[in-house]
C-alpha cells in the first residue's frame, strides 16, 4: 500500500499465474492468465490516492471520485444525510455560480451523476478529453470550496428534491416492508439499521450548519479515491491532479466499524400480504461480506444452486411438478457484511409447508455434499468471459481497480476473490454453508390480499344500537464491413475487431408484429421468446445446462418489425456456439408444459394487474392518444393473451422465421470466412423456399376525443403526468433537429422542465420529455414525470407555461442549442467502443433502411443544422393546444382541479379504457 504522505508513483500489473484446471473449459486459460492489466497509484501530500488506468481507443476520460462515507456513517436523528450532501455537492461553490451541469453541458459534457450507497458516496464525470481539465478542476473546487456557498436557499432546494426521490422509491407497501425486513436484521445500533435515504423527519431537521459539519467531517483529501480511466497517461494525470488538487485540505480519515455481521438468537417469521400475484416466502441469513474467503464461497454456492432445471434447489421445488413455479437464491455484498437469501414463488394452491420441507431437505444435502463440481467450473468458464469482454471497456476496468481500493486499499483485491473462486470445491462450500446457513435466519411469507368489495351504501340500519342478546357459548471510425450471401439466400455481415477475443452475434430476421399475416396480438414475441426453452436435441431439461456448458447466454426478442436472436462467446467457443443456437433455431419444440405454465400465469398476472390502478397508465395514455383499435392503442384483454397455443407457434415459426429474412450479424473476434463456414453448416439447407409475409406500415391514429385520462390510485404521495401528441414520421435530418430541441426542453437534467419542477420549484425527482421511436408511421412527443400530490395541478401549469414559452415568447436560445448539439456530437464520437455497439447500431441501421455505418455520417448533419431551425421544429412539433394527458393519482386530491383547468373532454377509466365517470 502506497504511503500515507508524499508521492510516490507504484505502477502494477495483472499476470494471473493459476494451476491448470481439471477440465480444459472452452475459455483457454491462457487467454485470462495471459491478461496484464496495468494501472498507477500515487498519494498527494495531502493524503488524495488517485488511481490511473491508460486505455487510448477513445477520446474520453472517466473521472471517478469516492468518499470513504455512506449512511452507515449517520448519527442517530441525521438518517439520509449522506445522500442529501450528495445532492448538496451539486450546488454552488465560493468560485462557481450556478448549476454544477451547466459548465459540463456547455463542453459536451453529459454523463454526470453521483449515487451514495452505505458504504460510501461517489461522484463522476466521463469527459472528453479536453474536458479534463475542467472536470478536474470542478471537481477539486467542491472538494474544498463549496461550504462557503451552502445557504437556506440550497439546502431547502435539494432537501425538496431528496423528499420527492423518496415519495418516488417504492411504494408505501414495499417500503414497509422493507423497513421491516431491516428491524429484523439488524439491531438498532447497526450502521445498516436505516435506509440510505433516510427519514422525512431527520431531512426536515437538517440545517446549514448540519450539512457543513458533515463537510468538514468527511469530504477531505485523505478520505477520498480520485479514479482516471481512458486516454490518460500517469505522468499526465500526475501533472493535471497535482495542479488541480493543491490546495485542497487534508482533512482525515474517519475511524470506521469494519466487520459487523449481525446475529440472530432465533428465527423471525414476517408476514405480508400483496395486492397482486400469489404466495412465496423467503429465508434471509446475515453472513459475512465478499472481502471474506466464506463470504465469496456463498457467493459461489447462490450462483449454482438455481437458474437452471439441473440446479439443486430447482429440482427440488420447480421440476417434476414441484409445489414452485420459481425459486432464486442471491447473496447481496456490503462492506460490514452480506446477506444470503432464498426465494421460493408458489404455484396457486400449492402447500406452502411441502414446500419448506423440501427446500430444508435441499439444504440439508447441500451442506453435506456441496454444490456440483461441474457447475463450479462452468461458472468460473462464464466469470472469465465476463472478465474478458470488460476489457473493452475503461471505465468498467477502473470501477474494478476503484472498488479494490475502496474496500482493501488493493485495486488488485478481485484477484484474491478470483483465486478463491478458482479454489473452491464442493467440499469447501458445503463447510461455509454449514458454518452460517445453520444459523437462525429471516422467514417471510407473502400472500396476496385477500378480494374484498367496496361497502355498500345504506345497506346497515344505522337508526339506532342492535339489542345485544343474552351471553350463549361460541366457537468511433466505423470498422470495414464485409458482407456475403449465403447458399440458402440470407445475409451476412461481419464487422472484424480482434482487440479482445471475444465475439458478439446477432440473427436479425425481418418479422414480428407488423407483418401482412393475421396472428394473434403477440405471438411473434412469444415465439422468439420461446426458442430457448427446449429443442430436439437438448430437450427442456437439458437445453439450460448446455448453455451454462458453453457460457453463453442467448437473448430473443420481437418487436414490429425485426426479431433477434443475440448472444456473446468467446473466439474459442464461437464453434460450439453457433453450433448449438443455429441447432436450436432449426428444431425448436415449444414445450407443451411451457405453454401451459404461461396460460396459467395469465390469470395471475391480469388479477395483479387489475388490482393495481398504477399499472394502467402507458396503456391508457396509448389508447387515448391512437385509438382503442390501432397497434399502439390497443390494451390486450385476458382473453386475447390466452389464445397462445403451440400449433399457433409452430404456425409462425414455420411461415416467418427463415432465410429469405435473415441478415446475420458477426462483430469481434472473427472473419468473414469463419462465419460464413459456420452458417453454412448450421443453417445452409434450412426453410429454403419459404416465403415470409413482408412488414407493413403502421395505419393511422384515430384518437378517442378523450384529452384527460384520469387513474384513481388512492393514498398516492405523488401524481404521476404523462402528456404527448403525435407528430410526423421519422426522416432522418428533421428528427434530428427534433433531439437537439427537446434536449434543452426536457430531454436532459438541466433542461427547461426538469430544471423547473425539480430545482426551482422542488416538486418532483424528475420531469422530462422524449420522443418516439416508430420508424414507419407517426411519431410520438411526450411529457413525463411524478408531481407531488398538493402540486399536481401547479405542475400541470408550469408544464403548459414552458412548452408556450419554448414555441413562442422563449424559444430555444443559441446558448442551449449549441449544449445540445456539443452534448450530442460527443456522444456519438464515443459509441462505437465495444462489439455490442457496432451491433446495435447495425442493427438499428437496417431496420431504419440506411446504410450500416450511418452513425459516422451524422456529424456532418449535425453541424449543419441551424438554431432557427430548431426553433421551427420546436414550434411545428411541441405545441401544447392538442396534447393528450394521463393522469394517474388520489383523485379525491386531484380530480376538481384538474377538471377545472379545462384541457379538454375528462375520463376517468379503469385499466380496459372502460369510462367510470
Same mark, same amino acid.
Given at each position: ?243 488541480? +488538487? ?140 465476463? +472478465? ?392 410520438? +412527443? ?136
Amino acid at each position: 500500500m502506497a504511503a500515507a504522505m508524499g508521492c510516490m508513483v507504484s505502477t502494477h500489473a495483472l499476470a494471473a499465474a493459476t494451476a491448470a484446471p481439471h477440465r480444459p473449459p472452452a475459455v483457454a486459460p491462457d487467454e485470462v492468465e495471459r491478461t496484464r492489466l496495468v494501472y498507477d497509484r500515487f498519494t498527494l501530500p495531502n493524503g488524495l490516492t488517485v488511481l490511473v488506468y491508460t486505455d487510448h481507443t477513445a477520446p474520453k476520460v472517466l473521472v471517478s471520485l469516492t468518499y470513504r462515507v455512506g449512511s452507515k456513517d449517520e448519527p442517530a436523528g441525521k438518517t439520509g444525510f449522506a445522500h442529501l450532501f450528495e445532492h448538496m455537492m451539486f450546488q454552488e461553490t465560493e468560485h462557481r455560480k450556478g448549476e454544477y451541469f451547466t459548465p459540463f453541458l456547455q463542453s459536451g459534457v453529459s454523463n454526470i451523476n453521483g449515487n451514495t450507497t452505505t458504504d460510501r458516496t461517489r461522484y463522476f464525470e466521463l469527459v472528453p478529453k479536453r474536458a479534463l481539465d475542467l472536470a478536474l478542476w470542478m471537481e477539486s473546487d467542491r472538494m474544498q470550496y463549496l461550504p462557503g456557498a451552502i445557504d437556506t436557499a440550497a439546502l431547502d432546494g435539494q432537501r425538496a428534491v431528496v423528499k420527492n426521490e423518496k415519495r418516488q422509491t417504492g411504494t408505501p407497501d414495499s417500503n414497509a416492508r422493507a423497513d421491516a425486513l431491516r428491524a429484523a436484521l439488524y439491531p438498532s445500533t447497526h450502521p445498516y439499521a436505516h435506509t440510505v435515504i433516510g427519514s422525512m423527519q431527520d431531512l426536515d431537521a437538517a440545517s446549514v450548519d448540519d450539512v457543513r459539519t458533515w463537510f468538514d467531517t468527511y469530504y477531505g483529501a485523505s478520505n477520498a479515491i480520485l479514479l482516471l480511466a481512458g486516454d490518460i497517461d500517469p505522468a499526465e494525470a500526475r501533472e493535471k491532479v497535482t495542479k488541480y +488538487f493543491k490546495d485542497v485540505r487534508p482533512g482525515h480519515l474517519v475511524q470506521q466499524i469494519s466487520r459487523w455481521v449481525p446475529v440472530l438468537d432465533e428465527r423471525k417469521d414476517l408476514h405480508f400480504f400483496s395486492k397482486g400475484g400469489g404466495s412465496s416466502f423467503a429465508r434471509t441469513w446475515p453472513v459475512p461480506s465478499a472481502d471474506e474467503q466464506d463470504g465469496v464461497l456463498l457467493q459461489v454456492l447462490q450462483e449454482t444452486i438455481t437458474g437452471t432445471p439441473q440446479s439443486a434447489l430447482n429440482r427440488a421445488l420447480v421440476e417434476n411438478d414441484g409445489p414452485a413455479r420459481g425459486v432464486y437464491a442471491s447473496y447481496n455484498d456490503a462492506a460490514l457484511n452480506g446477506t444470503f437469501s432464498i426465494a421460493v414463488d408458489l404455484k396457486p394452491g400449492a402447500d406452502a409447508a411441502d414446500a419448506e420441507r423440501r427446500l430444508d431437505a435441499a439444504l440439508a444435502q447441500l451442506k453435506q455434499t456441496g454444490p456440483d463440481a461441474t457447475t463450479l467450473r462452468e461458472n468460473l468458464h462464464i466469470k472469465d468471459k465476463s +472478465f474478458l469482454a470488460a476489457l473493452e471497456d475503461p471505465e468498467s476496468v477502473g470501477s474494478i481497480l476503484e472498488a479494490g481500493e475502496l474496500s482493501r486499499g488493493d485495486p488488485l483485491r478481485f484477484l484474491q476473490t478470483r483465486r478463491w473462486e478458482k479454489e473452491a470445491t464442493p467440499q469447501t462450500i458445503a463447510a461455509a454453508a454449514r458454518r452460517w446457513l445453520d444459523r437462525p435466519y429471516i422467514n417471510e411469507r407473502d400472500d396476496p390480499e385477500p378480494t374484498t368489495s367496496p361497502a355498500v351504501a345504506g345497506s346497515v340500519d344505522r337508526s339506532g344500537l342492535p339489542k345485544v342478546p343474552p351471553a350463549v357459548e361460541v366457537q468511433e471510425p466505423f470498422a470495414p464491413i464485409e458482407r456475403a450471401t449465403l447458399s440458402n439466400g440470407a445475409q451476412l455481415v461481419v464487422v472484424r475487431r480482434p482487440r479482445v477475443p471475444m465475439v458478439s452475434v446477432s440473427l436479425v430476421f425481418a418479422t414480428g408484429s407488423a407483418i401482412d399475416h393475421p396472428y394473434p396480438r403477440g405471438l411473434a414475441a412469444h415465439t422468439f421468446g420461446s426458442l430457448f426453452e427446449g429443442s430436439r436435441r437438448y430437450g427442456e431439461s437439458a437445453i439450460g445446462g448446455r448453455m451454462r456448458a458453453l457460457a453463453i447466454a442467448p437473448s430473443s426478442s420481437s418487436d414490429e418489425r425485426q426479431s433477434k436472436i443475440s448472444f456473446s462467446t468467446d473466439h474459442a467457443g464461437l464453434s460450439e456456439a453457433v453450433d448449438f443456437v443455429t441447432e436450436v433455431l432449426r428444431e425448436p419444440i415449444f414445450p407443451q408444459r411451457k405453454i401451459d405454465e404461461f396460460l396459467v400465469g395469465v390469470d395471475r398476472s391480469y388479477d395483479g394487474f387489475e388490482r393495481d390502478s398504477r399499472s394502467w397508465q402507458s396503456g391508457l395514455f396509448s389508447r387515448a392518444l391512437w385509438g382503442p383499435d390501432h397497434w399502439y392503442g390497443h390494451i390486450r384483454t385476458r382473453a386475447e393473451a390466452k389464445q397462445v397455443t403451440r400449433d399457433a407457434l409452430l404456425d409462425f415459426y414455420a411461415h416467418e422465421v427463415a432465410p429469405a429474412n435473415l441478415t446475420a450479424y458477426f462483430i469481434g473476434d472473427v472473419t468473414l470466412d469463419e462465419a460464413r463456414a459456420l452458417l453454412e453448416r448450421g443453417l445452409g439447407d434450412w426453410h429454403k423456399g419459404v416465403k415470409p409475409a413482408p412488414t407493413i406500415d403502421a395505419p393511422p391514429a384515430r384518437p378517442t376525443g378523450v384529452r384527460v385520462v384520469l387513474i384513481d390510485v388512492p393514498g398516492a404521495e405523488q401524481s404521476q403526468i404523462t402528456a404527448g401528441r403525435l407528430i410526423g414520421r421519422w426522416e432522418p435530418r428533421h428528427a434530428l433537429i427534433e433531439q437537439l430541441a427537446n434536449g434543452a426542453l426536457g430531454g436532459s437534467f438541466s433542461s427547461r422542465l426538469n430544471m423547473n419542477l425539480r430545482e426551482d420549484k422542488g416538486w418532483s425527482y424528475g420531469f422530462h420529455s422524449g420522443l418516439g421511436a416508430s420508424l414507419r408511421s407517426q411519431r410520438t +412527443f411526450t411529457l413525463g414525470g411524478a408531481v407531488q400530490t398538493d402540486k399536481t395541478v401547479e405542475s400541470i401549469r408550469e408544464i403548459l407555461r414552458e412548452l408556450h414559452d419554448y414555441t413562442d415568447a422563449r424559444p430555444i436560445t443559441a446558448k442551449e442549442f449549441e449544449e445540445q448539439r456539443t452534448v450530442y456530437l460527443d456522444s456519438i464520437s464515443w459509441q462505437l467502443v465495444s462489439n455490442l455497439a457496432y451491433q446495435i447500431i447495425m442493427v438499428d441501421a437496417q431496420d431504419r433502411g440506411l446504410p450500416l455505418d450511418y452513425s459516422v455520417h451524422l456529424a456532418p448533419i449535425v453541424h449543419s443544422i441551424t438554431l432557427p431551425e430548431a426553433q421551427a421544429v420546436a414550434r411545428e412539433s411541441f405545441r401544447a393546444d392538442d396534447l393528450v394527458w394521463s393522469i394517474a393519482g388520489d383523485l379525491r386530491k386531484i380530480e376538481a382541479g384538474i377538471r377545472a383547468l379545462n384541457l379538454g373532454p375528462v375520463e376517468v377509466q379503469d385499466g380496459y379504457g372502460h369510462r367510470l365517470r
